[in-house]
């Protein structure tokens, strides 16, 4: 069982990125996915996390510009980044909570991380 996260590179300011979420394995079901990110000398952070029941949880200071989507169906997460700033410069890793077929319980994974640099 792995995640596979993809979609990072260089942007210029004011632009935008697509960062790309895959979960494979003997999956049963993923409950929540979420995006954090870690930055130059900075502790890792959470980004946006879309819960089971849909619900979903944005950084302050990414709210109105970066939307965290899923699709249940081909295992996939999605962070789409707008209106991208400097300070969004990061490595961005994509995280999950999954049942998996086989094992009782609910498990932690993370995926490697996919490194978005935002610079003129």
């Known amino acids: 069982v792995q995640l596979q996260a993809s979609g990072g590179g260089l942007v210029q300011p004011g632009g935008s990125l697509r960062l790309s979420c895959e979960a494979s394995g003997s999956i049963f079901s993923i409950k929540s996915m979420a995006w954090y990110r870690q930055g130059p000398g900075y502790q890792r952070e959470l980004v946006a996390r879309?819960?089971?029941?849909?619900?979903?949880n944005y950084a302050d200071s990414v709210k109105g510009r970066f939307t965290i989507s899923r699709d249940n169906a081909r295992r996939m997460g999605y962070l789409q980044m707008n209106s991208l700033k400097p300070e969004d410069t990061a490595v961005y890793y994509c995280?999950?909570?999954?049942?998996?077929?086989?094992?009782?319980?609910?498990?932690?994974?993370w995926g490697h991380g996919t490194l978005v640099t935002v610079s003129s």
């Open positions: 879309v819960s089971t029941d849909g619900s979903i």
């Open positions: 995280q999950a909570f999954m049942v998996i077929r086989g094992r009782p319980g609910t498990f932690d994974y």
